[in-house]
């Protein structure tokens, strides 16, 4: 499993170099290099409140399973989650950690902290894949160009892959194997309690909303910091195309196949290849400078191990 991992980040990486080889690195340096500060320093904002808003909709996903999680711990343990992923392959190792450092002693100690974790990340994830499938079903309609043809099958092959996923959850919640049936029952009570007991789903999707619209709203500002500010249209269409690239587990949060959907997206708004690629890498980086934060988590955590 590590050679095959070691496999997908070294692919990753070339994957990355090849994009930038290939559309102008000169020109992606220049733009980098020439990056409007102000939009610079509204896209850190902007990865501020959406780490603060996701540890919050995090916090209320657990207290509707009966956690009780402090407001600051919420928060520093999110930074430290997504500092993790952003550096770690396959973008889950955070979340597992978010559920490790807040796991329950005692009998049953793992199982409402990883559903917490899980089902925090199933809204965001549900209302940006909504935003995507009707952002893409719409440009045409919309007066957007044609969909680049290896683009609209990757996206198929997402939309199969979550619709085959959707299927087999359903039918196993419908006929499930007798092995499983309190598990799944179990589950069934839980996302009740988490999404539609209380109205519960108002406050969810609201959370999900205005932090899918800071990650759109951060790529946006990162395009127009190197000088290719896209119109409306890109917010609904080609940006959550782009940030769709970032769920792919072979590579860490997305570096390479963003970049590569990118460079094929920006030429229809009428800028050139390598302005997308450095609209991508900036994004990339205000993340992962943005989550910076958790580092005083990450070494916390260090000292205290070794003063004991």
Request: glycine content about 8%; hydrophobic content about 60%; charged content about 10%.
């Amino acid at each position: 499993m590590r050679f095959l991992k070691l496999i997908g980040l070294s692919a990753a990486f070339a994957l990355l170099i090849a994009v930038i080889l290939r559309f102008d690195p000169q020109r992606i340096a220049a733009s980098l290099a020439s990056a409007d500060p102000t939009y610079i320093s509204a896209g850190l904002i902007l990865v501020q409140v959406q780490i603060v808003l996701s540890a919050l909709r995090w916090r209320f996903t657990a207290a509707r399973l009966g956690q009780h999680l402090d407001v600051g711990k919420a928060i520093g343990d999110y930074y430290l989650g997504t500092l993790l992923n952003q550096l770690l392959p396959g973008g889950v190792a955070g979340d597992a950690v978010r559920a490790v450092r807040n796991r329950a002693n005692g009998d049953g100690g793992w199982k409402v902290p990883v559903q917490a974790v899980l089902f925090e990340r199933v809204a965001g994830q549900g209302v940006f894949f909504v935003i995507a499938t009707f952002g893409v079903m719409l440009w045409p309609l919309l007066g957007g160009a044609a969909i680049p043809e290896n683009l609209r099958h990757l996206l198929s092959g997402f939309a199969l892959f979550a619709a085959g996923l959707a299927i087999v959850f359903l039918l196993l919640l419908r006929l499930p194997p007798r092995r499983i049936q309190p598990l799944l029952a179990a589950l069934k009570t839980a996302l009740a309690q988490v999404f539609l007991r209380d109205r519960a789903w108002i406050v969810q999707t609201l959370f999900s909303l205005v932090i899918v619209t800071s990650y759109i709203a951060m790529f946006m500002l990162a395009s127009a910091a190197v000088g290719a500010p896209l119109p409306a249209l890109a917010a609904v269409t080609a940006i959550p195309l782009c940030l769709l690239m970032m769920l792919i587990p072979a590579t860490i949060a997305g570096w390479g196949a963003r970049e590569a959907a990118a460079a094929t997206l920006w030429p229809l708004f009428g800028y050139a290849a390598s302005d997308g690629v450095a609209a991508s890498i900036l994004y990339g980086i205000l993340a992962l400078v943005g989550a910076a934060p958790g580092l005083v988590f990450i070494l916390a955590a260090l000292f205290s191990r070794r003063n004991r």
